[in-house]
């Protein structure tokens, strides 16, 4: 994407405020055609002084008292204009820059879990506060005073050549040379500003990554090797950003001195036509009123520019997460998933992940309503994988899942997710109060139905002890929580949600064996009418399951209760000695 494509896509995205960008695009104009008369009036003004020995002094005053008058309402009226433009640029930038955080927010949570699994959450973090905040910055400075500089170069510049066009061609060149200049270091540093950014990315994530594990940090004595290895991304952007600051700063130099030359240009150009009756005093003096306002607005151009093109690389980053679209698309006219019963029903589902081998093969099965259903296997056999399908994280590449008959690619998203609830070997709290990590379940749940679903998920004793009771911050992750206590919570809220299907994903796997017995009684109270799926490596909490399937190699291989399937000596019988040897 090019910088004026990057930029292009800035001014659309404050499309949904057309009326207050038209009126700020009037506000401009007006503002850009106040100052162009305001150094007419003062070369007006000063040759009139010229003239004050051969006129006579009452005509003199009159004369001088109109343009001066008139130049102090100009100026003040110029002073409101800007006055409204800007507090009007800043209210559209404050505005833009929420919608658009709000927006990339609301994406990137949208996004399915294959999206996270390969991008780093300091990375998404950067990407969304910095685009953000460069978007405010162009929005702003754009409509408060780049529109007005283009207003000048456009409209105003060519209109100076009517009142002496060899003087106004001082100011063309002036112009051609910013452009130049502008134009040249874009060209030479672009790549190096690309490098520079993704280094600051990869910094943004290290640290994120550091401070997100820090005590593992901390316990493996990793402070000196963190901060070395974090010093040494801070040198890997120092050297790409400085050749770039180097040559901005050239460029800052450059213009300078050209405004300096076309002062000069003008003084001495002005003084030869003067002296060949081809310039007035007033036409020279209106001529070093334009120069000193163009040189101004060109200078906050080739700012705007160095700044425009400094955060193109975030705002390209930004626009990317923006465009990166769903694995799993919602249809137009998808329907609200309705569940009677519960009914679950996998017919010849295979997958594979793109790119990758296939991860299931012809799975069929059916989970009867209210039955529990328990998948095992080895490690990476596809038992997570499907029940990830059935949550649409991914869609089958062959096959079909239906619920109660409604194949899962003709609902939304939103009403399958709504009917199933998921407990997490890792419960992935919020970090907020318990009783907002609850309401995650149930966002109107009364307190009444906080407190059964917690004495349900037996964790009401545990959390009336807490220095807050409902309203203590339990911290990232639920640091300051056990692992039991995190677990019951979550079960309580899964209670909470009341969805008729139920995953249950390696829930107890972390836990020993007396915080186990309390959880397992809470599970108990939560599986029971829903349809559920076990997924467990703990062979011995699937025992009660009413068909167990076993997995391996992305097949189902055996299935049926647990007392047939260890009679029958094959794959899952030896899964059960294994366990019970290493016991």
């Known amino acids: 994407m090019s910088i004026l494509q990057t930029y292009a896509r800035v001014l659309a995205a404050m499309a949904r405020d057309r009326r207050i960008m038209a009126g700020l695009v009037a506000g401009n104009i007006a503002a850009a055609a106040l100052q162009f008369l305001d150094p007419m009036l003062f070369g007006r003004v000063i040759g009139l002084l010229a003239q004050s020995d051969t006129m006579p002094r009452a005509p003199l005053i009159a004369h001088g008292t109109d343009l001066i008058l008139l130049w102090v309402a100009i100026g003040t009226a110029g002073i409101l204009t800007n006055l409204a433009t800007a507090l009007g640029a800043e209210r559209l930038a404050h505005r833009t820059r929420l919608r658009a955080i709000q927006s990339c927010f609301n994406h990137a949570l949208a996004l399915p879990s294959a999206f996270h699994a390969n991008t780093h959450s300091g990375e998404i973090m950067k990407t969304l506060l910095s685009g953000s905040e460069s978007i405010f910055a ?6 408060r005073e780049n529109l007005s500089t283009a207003v000048a170069v456009f409209v105003l510049l060519p209109l100076s050549a009517f009142v002496n066009w060899r003087l106004s061609t001082v100011l063309f060149i002036l112009v051609a040379i910013f452009v130049t200049i502008t134009v040249f270091v874009v060209r030479r540093t672009q790549a190096a500003q690309r490098r520079a950014n993704a ?18 940090v901390q316990s493996f004595g990793r402070l000196q090797a963190e901060s070395t290895s974090f010093a040494a991304l801070i040198d890997e952007v120092v050297r790409h950003q400085f050749p770039v600051l180097n040559w901005w700063a050239a460029v800052s130099m450059l213009t300078r001195a050209a405004s300096t030359l076309a002062v000069i240009s003008i003084v001495v150009t002005g003084a030869l036509l003067h002296l060949r009756g081809e310039a007035t005093v007033a036409e020279i003096v209106s001529f070093m009123g334009f120069a000193t306002l163009l040189i101004g607005k060109l200078e906050s151009a080739v700012n705007f520019a160095s700044n425009l093109f400094t955060r193109a690389p975030v705002l390209a980053d930004y626009f990317s997460l923006l465009d990166t679209s769903s694995s799993v698309p919602e249809r137009e006219d998808a329907d609200e998933l309705t569940v009677p019963a519960g009914e679950v029903a996998f017919e010849n589902v295979s997958f594979a992940y793109p790119g990758g081998p296939a991860t299931l093969a012809e799975i069929s099965f059916v989970a009867r309503p209210g039955s529990v259903t328990a998948l095992v296997g080895s490690t990476g056999a596809g038992k997570s994988t499907a029940m990830n399908l059935l949550q649409r994280m991914w869609d089958v590449t062959d096959g079909g899942i239906l619920i109660d008959g409604q194949d899962l690619r003709d609902v939304t998203l ?16 919020f970090n907020r109060s318990i009783r907002e990590n609850l309401l995650v379940g149930k966002p109107d749940a009364t307190d009444a139905e906080l407190e059964q679903a917690c004495r349900l998920a037996e964790a009401h004793d545990f959390i009336i002890r807490q220095p807050h009771g409902y309203d203590t911050l339990v911290g990232e992750r639920g640091i300051t929580l056990s692992g039991g206590q995190r677990q019951r919570l979550a079960i309580a809220r899964a209670l909470l949600k009341n969805a008729p299907i139920l ?14 017995a309390r959880v397992s009684r809470a599970m108990r109270n939560l ?24 997995f391996d190699q992305g097949r189902i291989v055996e299935r049926g209760p647990f007392d047939r399937l260890v009679a029958e000596h094959g794959r899952f019988a030896a899964l059960v000695d294994a366990q019970l040897t290493h016991s």
């Open 138 to 143: 162009l929005a702003l400075t754009f409509f």
């Open 199 to 216: 280094a600051q990315s990869l910094l943004a994530a290290r640290a994120q990554d550091a401070i997100g594990n820090v005590t593992a």
């Open 414 to 429: 939103e009403s399958l997710r709504d009917n199933i609830a998921v407990v997490f070997q890792e419960s992935l709290l």
């Open 503 to 516: 995953i249950l994903d390696e829930a107890t796997s972390a836990l020993d064996a007396a915080t186990e």
């Open 527 to 550: 599986m029971r009418g829903r349809t559920t799926f076990i997924i467990a490596h703990r062979l011995c909490t699937v025992r009660d399951a009413d068909e167990i399937l076993v």
